[in-house]
């Protein structure tokens, strides 16, 4: 069973950065979209990046665009979300998420495999 692994979450002031990284270990991402998702308390999950398969194209929310970078390290076989000017807002656990036909942002029912989640804490 595919299992993708998150780390990088912790506390932070607003205005601060965190990097997250998605890991897989023994699976290759070649031909998967990868999808970072968070959920807050009492929220519905939501999409918040995606980079395509071959890493040809990278999509963002709304929320977090022009503060978000989605990259992946292909001789690390890892996707990473570095995350600048942080709010308050984006308090959440962050998942990733891999998903054979391409990139969707959206509540991610769509994603084959999945991460446990990290917790990332923006205090105001």
């Known amino acids: 069973e595919v299992q993708l692994v998150e780390s990088g979450g912790g506390s932070v002031q607003a205005g601060g950065s965190l990097r997250l990284s998605c890991a897989a270990p023994?699976?290759?991402?070649?031909?998967?979209?990868i999808g970072w998702f968070r959920q807050a308390p009492g929220k519905e999950r939501e999409g918040v990046s995606c980079i395509s398969a071959n890493n040809e194209r990278t999509y963002y929310a709304d929320s977090v665009k022009g503060r978000f970078t989605i990259s992946s390290d292909n001789a690390k076989n890892t996707v990473y979300l570095q995350m600048n000017s942080l709010k308050f807002e984006d308090t959440a656990v962050y998942y990733c998420?891999?998903?054979?036909?391409?990139?969707?942002?959206?509540?991610?029912?769509?994603?084959?495999?999945w991460g446990q989640g990290t917790q990332v804490t923006v205090s105001s």
């Open positions: 998420a891999a998903e054979l036909w391409g990139c969707v942002l959206g509540v991610g029912g769509e994603y084959d495999y």
């Open positions: 023994g699976f290759t991402f070649d031909d998967y979209a």
